[in-house]
């Protein structure tokens, strides 16, 4: 195999790269930001009218513990009702383990191609 | 056994290759030791809380041991192949001598998003201690943490810029006074050294699994978040003197350590808060064992832990500019991002470029994102890295048996941990999926864009031959 020499990258494309790189990286993080879908929400589902520790499941040892930390049972009602919703669709879960496999299949696949080059031109065949 | 000493500081591979002037040989095992727990310990001090919230207190504890599990498991296989592969990049350089550039490049890319969301993650935490130690000295109004979590970054950026011995040592010091901290709060609270005031029995009472058994898969989301970042010892590779000795006991020691440290803490803020205070770190324990302290009624615990959970964020943002930046560097030497990157400090000896690149990457994210969602993505590109790492062990001992080449650690019960470890990150996955899968897939989504990027127009820069340094025979099978 003839031995591949890599061509010289000049200064602004080099440049165009590192901003490539860089919208990529933050658009991954912000975009479900900006979408409001990333990240669980926890909700309250069944508020408690004038609550109480005791209307709030706490017993006495808990409701001490939240006094201690300057609450109170109006103060602390959305801290101990909120739930994270774990109901998920069978669909979701399946496009999720594609996803998965597919891009460790793909990065796989191309890495081979690459490395069996790389061999090749290290132990000179 | 052949005659490939690849454990050998003289030969190639071991050394500063494809460079003029080379990193400082100058750490020994404490440094990187120092480097894995002074990243890592933060985890104890803020962010594992979250897996309470996903599923409870118990499913907390039981998440907390299956990722010690997991953890052991890469610090075994991290420790054979980093032992061989001493080189800076780290996990980065392993891929990209056992699987290839592609792979090394997703590798790479982990890295350096790992540790630059915790980076992130940590200067966040230190400008809500802050704020919150304002407070407690009567400032009356609401303290701006912006110029705060701003100031951290750079400070340890100038530190990290100026030399790699100063910035361990530093480590080294805060990292042993925050382990200290959960050992004095953990000796004084549970009745080992006076009255104990845990409570866990009737804390635990009609909450023991709110979310049931799915809770538990749930919690294995955030239970990462004890060890995450340990792997980062081997990012120092080019720069300890005995790699094939220092590498794998640092990697170990470090892992027991926090074994430790995670089930003391655990252990005391469980029996001290309500779980569901406990397991909101936004509108509830942003800094858990800070608030244990605060709930134990002694001012000098409550001044230790607020020193330790800041010692803890600063050793930590620390070690992740450090590695960010030997990963970052490591891609540029080898033309994976623009070689301008791969520069070496003249007089400091240090990758001076990647580590102010860095920089305004960790601001964006400190100062834009909240901090669960900067957890989660710092979690999710660590949690890609340890599914790469039983691919990779699996190539290493298939491409080179053991009889080909001398390791510095041979991990035993091999492909066990492997197997393992691959299980654990599936059901993480999972667990990442309830709640945050949009974020999942939005990253894979970015991983699958930049690798199309990399294999169709970036690599046409990249030299094959250069790809592979180690003084190795050809692989089997090629």
């Known amino acids: 195999m003839a031995h591949y020499h890599p061509p010289r ?22 975009v479900p930001l900006w979408l409001n879908l990333a990240g669980a929400t926890k909700s309250v589902t069944a508020p408690v009218e004038n609550p109480t520790w005791e209307s709030l499941g706490q017993n006495a040892a808990q409701a001490a513990k939240y006094e201690a930390l300057g609450h109170t049972p109006e103060s602390a009602h959305d801290l101990i009702l909120a739930r994270f919703d774990y109901s998920f669709s069978i669909g979701a879960l399946v496009t999720m383990i594609v996803v998965i496999v597919l891009y460790y299949a793909l990065i796989l696949r191309f890495s081979e191609v690459e490395y069996r080059e790389v061999i090749s031109e290290k132990f000179g065949e | 056994m052949a005659d490939f000493d690849i454990t050998s500081q003289k030969m190639d591979g071991m050394g500063p290759h494809g460079t003029k002037v080379g990193l400082l040989r100058v750490l020994g095992p404490a440094h990187v030791w120092a480097l894995g727990v002074g990243i890592v310990l933060v985890g104890e001090y803020m962010g594992w809380n979250f ?19 997991l953890y052991s498991c890469v610090a075994m296989i991290d420790s054979e192949v980093t032992s061989t592969v001493a080189s800076a990049g780290g996990q980065y350089t392993q891929a990209k001598h056992i699987i290839g550039p592609l792979m090394a490049f997703n590798v790479g890319l982990y890295l350096v998003f790992a540790y630059t969301m915790l980076e992130a993650a940590n ?8 704020s919150v130690v304002a407070s407690m000295t009567g400032y009356a109004a609401e303290l701006d ?14 530190l990290n810029y100026r030399g790699v011995l100063a910035t361990l040592t530093f480590n080294l010091v805060i990292t042993a006074v ?12 549970s009745g080992v050294l006076g009255g104990g005031i845990m409570e866990h029995a009737a804390l635990f009472e009609g909450h023991e699994l709110p979310y049931g058994w799915i809770g538990v898969l749930a919690a294995m989301h955030f239970g990462l978040w004890y060890y995450l970042g340990i792997e980062g010892t081997t990012q120092a590779a080019e720069e300890v003197r005995s790699p094939a000795r220092a ?30 205070y406990l397991g909101d770190g936004v509108d509830g324990a942003v800094a858990p064992l800070f608030d244990a302290a605060r709930l134990s ?13 800041l010692f803890a964020t600063l050793a930590s943002a620390n070690g992740c500019i450090n590695d960010a930046s030997r990963a970052w560097f490591a891609m540029g030497r080898d033309k994976y991002l623009p070689g301008w990157f791969g520069a070496v400090h003249p007089r400091y000896r240090t990758p001076y ?27 999710l590109s660590g949690l890609l890295g340890y599914t790469f790492m039983p691919l990779n062990i699996i190539l290493f001992r298939r491409k080179w048996p053991l009889d080909t080449i001398k390791r510095g650690y041979e991990h035993p019960f091999h492909p066990i941990p492997a197997i393992t470890l691959l299980t654990l990150c599936g059901v993480t996955f999972f667990a990442v999926f309830l709640g945050y899968g949009t974020q999942l897939v939005a990253m894979i989504g970015f991983y699958i864009v930049v690798s199309l990027w990399f294999h169709f127009w970036r690599y046409r820069f990249v030299n094959r031959g250069a790809q592979f340094t180690m003084p190795w025979p050809k692989p089997r099978g090629y």
Do not use: H
């Open chain 1, 9 to 30: 990258q000049g200064k602004a494309s080099q440049l165009f790269d590192v901003v490539v790189l860089v919208v990529l990286t933050v658009g991954a993080l912000f």
């Open chain 2, 51 to 69: 897996s309470v919230g996903k599923g409870g207190a118990y499913a907390a504890l039981i998440a907390c041991w299956f990722a010690g599990i």
């Open chain 2, 247 to 276: 590498l794998p006991f640092g990697t170990l020691a470090g892992i027991m350590t926090l074994l430790i440290a995670a089930t003391l803490t655990w252990y005391v803020c469980s029996g001290i808060l309500p779980w569901e």
């Open chain 2, 123 to 130: 200067a966040i935490t230190a400008g809500y201690l802050i």
């Open chain 2, 297 to 309: 009624g002694s001012n000098a615990l409550v001044w230790l832990l607020g020193f330790g959970t």
């Open chain 2, 145 to 158: 943490q912006r110029p705060f979590i701003i100031l951290v970054i750079m400070f340890l950026a100038w």
């Open chain 2, 353 to 379: 470029r990647a580590i102010v690149f860095l920089v305004p990457i960790a601001l964006i994210f400190a100062l834009g994102a909240p901090l669960d969602q900067v957890i989660t993505f710092s979690i």
């Open chain 2, 178 to 189: 925050a382990f200290s901290a959960i050992i004095i709060l953990f000796l004084s609270t």
